[in-house]
């Protein structure tokens, strides 16, 4: 059974830091792996989705990279500001089962 | 483009009451999901339909939960009865096609407090 396990489970940092959040993953037999961005109110916005022959995906100042045969991976946000308070969700799809399993998240906070 | 579409955004009920959600996914989306988002854990998938039929309902809750797509467009989740634990966030997400490449969108969620 895929497990997704993300650390930590609360972040807060001032602002202008670069953070780095980690996501592992039991079952390395992925078809890809997402990056989801929640904000209290509203739904689940997909930040960055690697597929599994992928070492990494960058957009803007979030980068994510995806090592498979470990099960992990890591998004980089660079000079984080406040507007970057959220909870992060990665995603994996694949597996045992074809549909996307979550992790807990990070809780992030980034002060001014 | 609307997005997902979610009504109501939160309901209060007594256990062992009724509830239904509903569902209006971008338009031209074959898949439609459920998911149930407990307070600190990450969604977790319900049901899924494509079109308006049910491509996994694995981890439904059968005895209690419910759900229809109607037409293949709009969709309801119905929960009879409540309990103390089904309090959640009910997200709604649909994606063009259904695959590991096709993009779920997310609705803003119905936040369930049963008392």
């Known amino acids: 059974k895929q497990e997704v396990t993300q650390i930590p489970a609360a972040l807060s940092v001032p602002e202008g830091e670069n953070l780095v959040l980690n996501c592992s993953f039991t079952?390395?037999?992925?078809?890809?792996l997402q990056w989801f961005r929640q904000d209290p109110g509203k739904g689940l916005t997909s930040l960055l989705l690697i597929q599994s022959s992928q070492r990494e995906q960058t957009s803007g100042r979030l980068n994510a990279s995806l090592d498979k045969s470990s099960g992990r991976s890591t998004l980089y946000i660079a000079a984080s500001q406040p507007g970057d308070s959220a909870t992060y969700l990665c995603?994996?799809?694949?597996?045992?089962?074809?549909?996307?399993?979550f992790g807990t998240g990070t809780l992030l906070a980034v002060q001014p | 483009e609307a997005g997902v579409a979610q009504s109501p955004r939160y309901k209060i009920i007594e256990k062992r009451q009724s509830v239904a959600f509903w569902c209006n996914p971008i338009?031209?989306?074959?898949?439609l999901y459920w998911y149930q988002q407990i307070l600190g854990q990450g969604p977790k998938l319900l049901i899924q339909f494509q079109n308006n039929g049910v491509v996994d309902d694995s981890q439904l809750p059968k005895d209690r939960f419910s759900a229809e797509r109607l037409k293949g467009v709009d969709s309801t989740l119905k929960i009879q009865p409540a309990k103390l634990e089904d309090s959640a966030v009910y997200l709604c997400?649909?994606?063009?096609?259904w695959g590991p490449g096709d993009t779920q969108y997310f609705g803003p969620g119905t936040r369930l407090t049963v008392l």
């Open positions: 997400a649909s994606s063009l096609g």
């Open positions: 338009s031209g989306h074959a898949t």
């Open positions: 995603a994996v799809y694949g597996g045992a089962t074809n549909k996307l399993i």
């Open positions: 079952d390395s037999a992925i078809y890809n």
